[in-house]
């Protein structure tokens, strides 16, 4: 085998790999928040802060223990509506969309949060990893604006706004 043939599967394997990767675990976004990690952790499960955080990007609601009603406002005054479940994981929480029959749908939408102390005592490291019924370029700046927000929120009690600023800037 020529050496030409050699460099080319490996190419092909290494772009194989990544795609599998990325669209495994679609895109993350990763905050350093100055707060424990307990308290991080159970600021994402009510759904008061999750609604809070994001804002003008939707809302969501309660509908069980483990159980949430997301709503996403997509702009064109139509809004999208999906249910999902809370699973504890050993280093975080992933709320999963929620089939017609009340099971848990694999491969379908997701919001994944994972939690890590940071280095030097400085907080707590939360990683988002969305798969979203929205279109797949907006999930990164929402996961984005979704986790500025929740630090903002978690460190000084109040989330960044230009509501009452009159020039708006």
Not at 57 to 81: N, S
Not at 99 to 126: C, K, M, N, W, Y
Not at 132 to 161: C, M, N, S
């Amino acid at each position: 085998m020529h050496y030409v043939d050699t460099a080319k599967e490996q190419l092909i394997d290494l772009v194989e790999k990544f795609l599998e990767s990325a669209s495994r675990t679609g895109p993350s976004r990763t905050v350093t928040i100055a707060r424990p990690r307990a308290e991080v952790e159970r600021f994402w499960r009510d759904a008061d802060n999750l609604s809070r955080v994001l804002g003008d990007l939707g809302d969501v609601c309660a509908t069980g223990p483990a159980d949430y009603e997301w709503t996403l406002l997509r702009g064109d005054d139509e809004a999208l509506t999906w249910q999902t479940t809370l699973v504890t994981e050993a280093d975080g929480l992933r709320f999963v969309g929620v089939a017609d029959d009340g099971s848990a749908r694999e491969g379908g939408p997701q919001i994944g949060l994972s939690f890590a102390d940071a280095p030097h005592g400085l907080g707590t490291e939360v990683t988002m990893r969305a798969s979203a019924p929205v279109p797949g370029f907006l999930i990164g700046p929402a996961a984005f604006k979704a986790l500025y927000r929740a630090r903002a929120l978690l460190q000084t009690g109040e989330l960044p706004t230009l509501e009452h600023n009159p020039s708006a800037r």
